[in-house]
């Protein structure tokens, strides 16, 4: 089951993405009515940033901004204190660099993995699947996430380009099109 908060603009056309291409998908969002046409279309609602961690084996964020990512992380009913040891968060959000070392140590210290995955691109791209997503993390939790090509889509790691990004978090970053990923294939 993949978890996603932040249905804003990118948040909500990066869900159904995912959601159209097959997967299991909770969702939350401060206002609800934003969920309305994934809810209809067959994700499921969580009532907190809480309920969907306890049912995400991946969560995904895509908020407005370090204290939109602070409010649903540690807020009331927020994430962080209930994802289990082993899941991954992966937040999409465009943060500054010493935020996203301070949630990476977070996550750490909670034995939750964590990558960084800011995105290039606007609504439309991602509405067609094809932001940019500057990912730092691990790479083995990066393979969890990567775009595969069961969806039929052409083969976007063939567009690999690893360079260094300056996000101390971050032991290896890569940019990376996830044309398939948030189109086709999420691998959780
Ligand atoms: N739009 C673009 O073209 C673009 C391109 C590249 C990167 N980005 C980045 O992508 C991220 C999302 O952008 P967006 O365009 O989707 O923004 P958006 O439409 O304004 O959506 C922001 C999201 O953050 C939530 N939020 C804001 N403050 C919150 C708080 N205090 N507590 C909980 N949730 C809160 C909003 O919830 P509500 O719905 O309840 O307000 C909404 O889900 C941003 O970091 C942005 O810089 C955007």
Not at 49 to 74: G, R
Not at 135 to 149: I, N, S, Y
């Amino acid at each position: 089951m993949i978890g996603f908060i932040g249905l804003g603009l990118m948040g909500s056309r990066m869900a159904r993405n995912l959601l159209e291409s097959g997967y299991e998908l909770i969702v939350h969002n401060r206002t609800k009515e934003k969920a309305a046409p994934l809810l209809e279309a067959g994700a499921k609602w969580a009532n907190s940033p809480k309920e969907a961690a306890e049912q995400a084996d991946v969560l995904f964020t895509m908020l407005a901004h370090p204290k939109a990512v602070e409010a649903a992380a540690f807020g009331e009913n927020g994430f962080l204190h209930h994802l289990s040891p082993e899941k991954l968060w992966v937040d999409c959000s465009t943060v500054d660099p010493s935020f996203t070392r301070q949630m990476a140590e977070e996550a750490r210290k909670r034995g939750i993995h964590f990558l960084d995955a800011p995105v290039s691109g606007s609504v439309i791209p991602a509405e067609k699947g094809e932001l940019v997503f500057f990912v730092g993390g691990d790479p083995k939790d990066l393979k969890k996430v990567e775009p595969v090509e069961c969806h039929g889509e052409s083969d976007p790691l063939s567009r690999r380009k690893w360079q260094r990004n300056s996000h101390e978090a971050c032991r290896e970053s890569n940019a990376r099109s996830f044309n398939g990923s948030f189109r086709g294939g999420c691998c959780a």
